[in-house]
């Protein structure tokens, strides 16, 4: 197919790995090819093992080549993990034209001036989000470009990570053959796919909960406001649920999937009887026991953990309660029954469930949302830059990549 008409996100998770191949089809996006295989050689969203992700991405990445029968060498991937961070920063430099005009050489030579800050030696900036540019002290400007001044400033967001992560992440992907056109963090794939630009100039909180880890990437003004990534997830639950009802991790996931939920509805608090019908479940050799109650008494207590944790970081950067945009959530956490109003009850904001748009014939379901975020953000990357489709390029990525394997 020709350039530019092909675009392939994949998503790198704890639990599973998933491929999204999209094309081009007039002005829409739509799925040409989809894949999920399970994920080992992963830790709290942060790749352990190259060896067996290279086997699992060349796995999947095997199985949408065959789907779509089409060689697929460059993706869109992303980076998770608690080690990511965000920390303000601030750079000035004097403006190059004679005619003080500035230019975008101006504007990159600045956000590069804001990089020169002291991290650990074993840390990477990965990208630079910038919040506001200052020209001669006037404040809150967005789009300097072409503006007149003597000195520029940006002040701006720095995303960090542990580079051993965004090595082995690297060297995963290009063990498994493939080329890396961008590395994009979880959640901001995420709000790619789930936000719209109306929340984001509001102001909104996403709340993508994953296996192992919750993101949370708050935007305000159509910009980047606060991210934190917790070392907390679904899967807790999951453990939960099996040591709560001394049951396998399998059968727990089967449980919470089937019964489980994380309130009462008003009806059944009314009914007391309903929350404690016993609920069976049956096992090769044996059956299991239990209450609705008993499954809320476990799962609510976890989810509450992530929604307190959530309004911690919220309360830091002055937003608790004032989002009006409200909460959007998505991961495959989202699909826990009453989470919504769970979290309406918590955070005092409205809320809603996050389902990716933007890729005609994709399933509404929030733990495609990376996925899909990953597969539009490389339609807006490719259109920019003109790199779309099969023949892969190595894109901005490639010097984030150099630096990381620099000793």
């Avoid at 999920?36 to 790749?47: C, H, I, M, Q, T």
């Avoid at 998770?80 to 034209?97: E, Q």
């Avoid at 059968?251 to 009806?267: D, N, Y």
């Avoid at 769970?342 to 509404?364: M, R, S």
Wanted: hydrophobic letters at 40%; charged letters at 25%.
């Amino acid at each position: 197919m020709a350039r530019g008409n092909i675009v392939t996100g994949l998503d790198i998770g704890t639990h599973s790995i998933k491929a999204l191949v999209a094309q081009r089809k007039g002005k829409d996006w739509e799925v040409l090819s989809y894949a999920e295989v399970p994920s080992f050689g992963l830790r709290k969203g942060a790749v352990v093992s190259v060896e067996e992700t290279a086997k699992n991405v060349q796995m999947i990445m095997s199985g949408v080549e065959k789907d779509c029968n089409r060689k697929i060498s460059s993706v869109f991937v992303n980076i998770g993990g608690s080690h990511m961070y965000v920390t303000p920063s601030d750079g000035i430099i004097s403006v190059s034209r004679a005619d003080n005009r500035i230019s975008k050489e101006d504007i990159e030579r600045v956000l590069q001036a804001t990089r020169a800050v002291n991290i650990p030696s074993n840390e990477e900036v990965l990208d630079v989000f910038p919040r506001e540019y200052v020209i001669d002290d006037q404040k809150g400007i967005k789009q300097p470009e072409d503006l007149t001044g003597v000195r520029l400033e940006a002040k701006v967001f720095l995303l960090c990570v542990f580079s051993p992560y965004f090595v082995k992440l690297t060297q995963a992907v290009l063990s498994a053959k493939l080329q890396i056109n961008d590395v994009i963090p979880s959640p901001l794939a995420a709000a790619k796919s789930v936000l719209t630009k109306e929340q984001k100039e509001l102001g909104v909180a996403l709340i993508d909960i994953g296996a192992a880890t919750t993101s949370l990437a708050v935007f305000e003004e159509g910009e980047l406001l606060h991210l934190a990534v917790f070392p907390i997830g679904s899967a807790n639950i999951t453990n939960d649920i099996a040591i709560g009802l001394k049951t396998e991790v399998a059968i727990a996931e089967s449980i919470k999937k089937q019964h489980g939920t994380c309130m009462f509805a008003k009806t059944e608090k009314d009914k007391n009887d309903q929350s404690k019908k016993k609920i069976e479940v049956f096992d090769k050799s044996s059956s299991l026991n239990f209450t609705k109650k008993n499954l809320v008494d476990i799962i609510e207590p976890r989810v509450s953990e992530i929604l307190d944790l959530v309004q911690k970081e919220l309360k830091k950067i002055n937003r608790q309660q004032l989002l009006p945009g409200g909460v959007v959530i998505t991961g495959g956490g989202a699909k826990i029954p009453r989470i919504k109003e769970l979290t309406k009850e918590t955070l005092k904001l409205a809320c809603e469930i996050g389902t990716p748009k933007g890729i005609i014939g994709l399933p509404d379901d929030p733990a495609l949302a990376t996925v899909a975020g990953l597969a539009l953000e490389g339609v807006d990357f490719g259109e920019e830059e003109g790199i779309l489709g099969v023949a892969g390029n190595l894109g901005s990525v490639f010097k984030k990549i150099f630096r990381a394997f620099k000793p």
